[in-house]
């Protein structure tokens, strides 16, 4: 196995990961992976995986590619699956298919796999470089890869706010703070997610619905997984009726949590429903929870050029006593969305 990095290489993996991105909002909880097959430098065959329980991107790819894959080099954005899921294993497929070098952008944790497609491919003879655009293939699937490695899902907290970082007037009134255009954008976060938390305070004042009905996802909002729905309510004030008044305890598979263990909940997301992207949008109570907990992995907030004033209601409850308790991020990314400014953070 060689790693390189050579233009030619990286140009025909970002056309594989450009593939993968055509299953982002569909493929959960299985990864989004591409795979292109290369022919003389020319394309011949290229995929995606579309659907948990549908063929891999290399079975799509190699269909195409026909018996110009003999000899070919294939592109993937991950590596090959050397196991018998639902589907067969794709690293055989590629055997079979005659192909002659396999470019991986990065290994697949799951224990199932976790470098044996690679030793497969080996085996046959087959030419493997690793290491092409592995940021930018990874990028694609952080929940699955963090969960494969940590059985930890990866967690997302949305945050809407003014400019002096109120979320609601004191009442409670809170509709709209941001932009249709911010709000829109929120339904991507959504349709990346296995699963939304909240809690049973945002369930009352705001009776959400928190489900994915964007028709801007380059796919229909049926062919999106619907997120699992989990609300925090330790005092036991909502359950699941099909005459209640809040949307959320109509829907039978709404899960609620009632302790305040929120990592025992996260691992439970991932080893019992095999939700690996988790979004939290909550009061800031809550938020507060997952970030003084250290449970958030990327802090997205909506900022609206409006002032709300010092009565109303905070971003988040956290009270650190001095400098040194402060919570710090690095920006990742700034835009800006319609009329508002869209922050990506990381914590340090």
Same mark, same amino acid.
């Given at each position: 196995m060689s790693i390189q990095n050579h233009s030619q290489d990286r140009y025909f993996m970002m056309l594989a990961i450009e593939q993968a991105k055509q299953g982002l909002y569909t493929t959960r909880p299985n990864p989004a992976v591409g795979c292109v097959i290369v022919q003389a430098d020319k394309v011949v065959g290229q995929g995606f995986h579309p659907k948990a329980g549908e063929p891999h991107a290399e079975v799509f790819a190699l269909r195409e590619a026909g018996a110009r894959a003999v000899g070919a080099t294939a592109y993937v954005t991950l590596e090959p699956c050397s196991h018998t899921g639902r589907t067969p294993p794709c690293a055989l497929a590629i055997i079979a298919a005659g192909v002659k070098r396999v470019v991986i952008a990065g290994l697949d944790p799951n224990p199932q796999v976790a470098g044996r497609g690679v030793k497969l491919l080996e085996q046959s003879g087959i030419e493997v470089t690793l290491g092409v655009l592995t940021a930018q293939a990874e990028a694609l699937n952080h929940g699955f890869l963090t969960a494969m490695r940590t059985q930890m899902p990866y967690v997302r907290l949305k945050i809407a706010t003014s400019l002096d970082g109120r979320t609601a007037m004191a009442s409670g009134e809170s509709k709209?703070?941001? %932009?249709?255009?911010?709000?829109? $954008? +929120?339904?991507?976060?959504?349709?990346? =997610?296995? *699963?939304?938390?909240?809690? !049973?305070?945002?369930?009352?004042?705001?009776?959400?619905?928190?489900?994915?009905?964007?028709?801007?996802?380059?796919?229909?909002?049926?062919?999106?997984?619907?997120?699992?729905?989990?609300?925090?309510?330790?005092?036991?004030?909502?359950?699941?009726?099909?005459?209640?008044?809040?949307?959320?305890?109509?829907?039978?598979?709404?899960?609620?949590?009632?302790?305040?263990?929120?990592?025992?909940?996260?691992?439970?997301?991932? %080893?019992?429903?095999?939700?690996? $992207? +988790?979004?939290?949008?909550?009061?800031? =109570?809550? *938020?507060?929870?997952?970030? !003084?907990?250290?449970?958030?992995d990327e802090l997205i907030v909506y900022q609206a050029p409006c002032l709300l004033g010092a009565q109303a209601r905070p971003m988040v409850e956290f009270n650190p006593l001095s400098l040194a308790q402060q919570l710090r991020f690095n920006v990742d990314s700034h835009e800006q969305i319609g009329s508002d400014l869209k922050l990506t953070l990381l914590p340090l």
């Amino acid at each position: 196995m060689s790693i390189q990095n050579h233009s030619q290489d990286r140009y025909f993996m970002m056309l594989a990961i450009e593939q993968a991105k055509q299953g982002l909002y569909t493929t959960r909880p299985n990864p989004a992976v591409g795979c292109v097959i290369v022919q003389a430098d020319k394309v011949v065959g290229q995929g995606f995986h579309p659907k948990a329980g549908e063929p891999h991107a290399e079975v799509f790819a190699l269909r195409e590619a026909g018996a110009r894959a003999v000899g070919a080099t294939a592109y993937v954005t991950l590596e090959p699956c050397s196991h018998t899921g639902r589907t067969p294993p794709c690293a055989l497929a590629i055997i079979a298919a005659g192909v002659k070098r396999v470019v991986i952008a990065g290994l697949d944790p799951n224990p199932q796999v976790a470098g044996r497609g690679v030793k497969l491919l080996e085996q046959s003879g087959i030419e493997v470089t690793l290491g092409v655009l592995t940021a930018q293939a990874e990028a694609l699937n952080h929940g699955f890869l963090t969960a494969m490695r940590t059985q930890m899902p990866y967690v997302r907290l949305k945050i809407a706010t003014s400019l002096d970082g109120r979320t609601a007037m004191a009442s409670g009134e809170s509709k709209w703070i941001t %932009s249709a255009a911010a709000r829109a $954008d +929120v339904q991507i976060l959504r349709a990346q =997610s296995g *699963a939304i938390i909240t809690g !049973s305070e945002t369930v009352i004042a705001d009776n959400p619905q928190l489900n994915v009905r964007s028709n801007q996802l380059g796919v229909s909002p049926e062919q999106v997984p619907t997120p699992m729905v989990v609300v925090l309510d330790r005092r036991q004030r909502l359950t699941h009726s099909p005459q209640s008044d809040y949307q959320l305890c109509r829907r039978p598979d709404t899960v609620y949590w009632r302790t305040d263990d929120l990592t025992t909940l996260l691992k439970t997301l991932v %080893s019992d429903y095999q939700c690996y $992207d +988790v979004l939290v949008e909550a009061g800031a =109570s809550v *938020a507060g929870s997952f970030l !003084s907990q250290q449970l958030v992995d990327e802090l997205i907030v909506y900022q609206a050029p409006c002032l709300l004033g010092a009565q109303a209601r905070p971003m988040v409850e956290f009270n650190p006593l001095s400098l040194a308790q402060q919570l710090r991020f690095n920006v990742d990314s700034h835009e800006q969305i319609g009329s508002d400014l869209k922050l990506t953070l990381l914590p340090l």
